[in-house]
C-alpha cells in the first residue's frame, strides 16, 4: 500500500493521494509519514471523502489536521441507496459490515468492528433501484456475508435475505460473494439448486487443509468438514463453481502441514484457488507466533497451489462442454463478445450474440485454457 501510494504521485505529481481502509483506520500514523499521501480517511470517516477532498484542493486542510489514528466504529452503518455502477454490467449490494469473528491473522474485525447488517426492506430497496438501472446481475456482499442477520430484530439470515431478493420482480441473476463455510447451510444450498436465478457460485475462506493450522489461525471448522461440505455442494448443484481462498505460510505451518493442505486441494472438487502468502499485521495475535516461515517457503508453496488453481481451472472449464449456460454479456467487439456464466466462467461467443448487460442462454462447444467457447441457443437448450 504504501508503495502505491509513493508510486502514485510519481506518475502523477498533480493527482491528490487518498490512502483509506483497513490499514488507514488501524495504522493511519505510518500513513501521514508518507510526504507523497495527501490524505487519509478511516473507515469511519468515509462518507466524508467528498468534503476532506475540497478541503485538501482549496488547501484549507493541512494533512495533520484532517484526521487521527482511529478505534473501530460500533455504530450503524451508512446504507447509501445507490442508483447504478455506472459503466458496470453487475451491481454490487452491500448487506452486511463488521465481523464478529477473532481469526489470528486477521486484522479486519479489528478495524470494522462488530457485525452490523443491513435493514430487509434496505436491502430490497437497493435491490430494486438495481434491477428498474437495467442491471441483470446483483452480487450481496459483505465482510462477514454468512453472519447477515444474526443482530437485526426480528432476526434474520443470509438464505432469508437471498429468498426475499429473488422475489423482486425483474431481477436477472443474484450472486454471493464470499461465505465463511460454517454458515453455508443446507437450505441455501437447495435454494441454488433449485432456483436458476441465484449464480451457481460458492466461494469459500477455507485457509487450510491442515487441522492444526486451522486451530492456530481461529477457524472454527476442521478439513474433515471442509471436504464433506464441498463434496455436498457438488453433488447437490450440479456445475456448481465452487471457489476458496488459501493462506500459504502461517506461522508453524510444517512441510507435512503444507502437504496436508494441498492433498485436500487435490482432492476436493474445486473450481480455482486464490492463493495468498500469509504476512505479519501487527496488533494480530499471530504476528507473535514462533516459528514463522521463511519468505522463499512461502514463495514456494505459492507458486504451487497456484499453478494447481490453474490446472483446476482448465478442468472446470472441459467439465462444461456441452452445458447450457446464461452469460451476463460484458464486451462486445467486431470479432466475438464475452460475459461471465452463472458458474463463475468466461464465455466468448460469435459477435452480435447479445449487447452489453444483455443476459442470454448459450450452449458451450469448446474451452480454450479456462475459458468458454459458444454459441446462442434458446433458453433451456441443450447441445445435441
Known amino acids: 500500500t504504501r508503495k502505491l501510494a509513493r508510486g502514485a504521485k510519481r506518475r502523477n505529481p498533480q493527482a491528490t493521494v487518498v490512502v483509506t481502509g483497513c ?5 493511519a500514523g505510518e500513513l501521514w509519514a508518507i510526504p507523497e499521501v495527501d490524505l487519509v480517511i478511516g473507515l469511519s470517516d468515509r462518507c466524508e471523502l467528498i468534503e476532506r477532498l475540497g478541503e485538501v484542493a482549496a488547501e484549507k486542510a493541512p494533512a495533520q489536521e484532517v484526521a487521527a489514528e482511529a478505534a473501530p466504529t460500533t455504530e450503524a452503518p451508512v ?10 454490467t453487475r451491481a454490487f449490494c452491500k448487506i452486511q459490515e463488521g465481523c464478529n469473528a477473532a481469526c489470528t491473522y486477521c486484522i479486519v474485525h479489528i478495524a470494522r468492528g462488530r457485525s452490523r447488517s443491513r435493514p430487509i426492506d434496505s436491502v430490497l430497496d437497493q435491490v430494486r433501484a438495481f434491477v428498474a438501472a437495467g442491471h441483470r446481475e446483483i452480487v450481496l456482499v459483505g465482510v462477514h456475508l454468512g453472519d447477515y442477520g444474526q443482530d437485526l430484530t426480528p432476526t434474520s439470515s443470509l438464505t432469508e435475505i437471498v429468498a426475499r431478493c429473488l422475489q423482486v420482480p425483474g431481477l436477472g441473476r443474484l450472486r454471493l ?55 455436498r455442494i457438488h453433488q447437490a448443484v450440479p456445475h456448481c ?99 461471465l456464466s452463472d458458474n463463475y466462467l468466461r464465455v466468448r461467443l460469435p459477435a452480435g450474440s447479445g449487447a452489453q448487460g444483455e443476459l442470454i442462454s448459450a450452449v458451450v462447444q469448446s474451452s480454450a485454457g479456462a475459458e468458454l467457447l459458444g454459441r446462442p441457443c434458446a433458453a433451456g437448450a441443450v447441445a445435441e
Not at 502441514?257 to 484457488?273: G, I, N
Open 241 to 339: 463453481a465452487i471457489g476458496a481462498d488459501i493462506l500459504v505460510g502461517f506461522p508453524g505451518e510444517t512441510a507435512e502441514a503444507y502437504q496436508h493442505t494441498r492433498a485436500l486441494l487435490e482432492e476436493l472438487p474445486l473450481s480455482y484457488l486464490h492463493v495468498f502468502s500469509y504476512s505479519r499485521r501487527p496488533g494480530t495475535p499471530a504476528a507473535a507466533f514462533p516459528d514463522q516461515v521463511r519468505p522463499d517457503v512461502k514463495k514456494q508453496r505459492t507458486r504451487q497451489l497456484r499453478r494447481l488453481s490453474d490446472e483446476k481451472r482448465r478442468a472446470f472449464a472441459r467439465s462444461q462442454l456441452g452445458q447450457p449456460v446464461r452469460v451476463l454479456i460484458e464486451h462486445t467487439g467486431s470479432e466475438d463478445c464475452s460475459g
Open 79 to 88: 446504507w447509501p441507496l445507490v442508483s447504478r455502477f455506472s459503466g458496470h
Open 177 to 231: 460473494s464470499s461465505i465463511e463455510p460454517g454458515e453455508i447451510t443446507p437450505e441455501l444450498i437447495a435454494l441454488t439448486a433449485n432456483d436458476p436465478r441465484l449464480c451457481r457460485h460458492f466461494h469459500l475462506p477455507i485457509q487450510s487443509g491442515d487441522d492444526d493450522v486451522l486451530r492456530r489461525m481461529g477457524r472454527p471448522y476442521d478439513a474433515a468438514f471442509v471436504r464433506d461440505l464441498t463434496r
Open 23 to 27: 490499514y488507514a483506520q488501524t495504522r
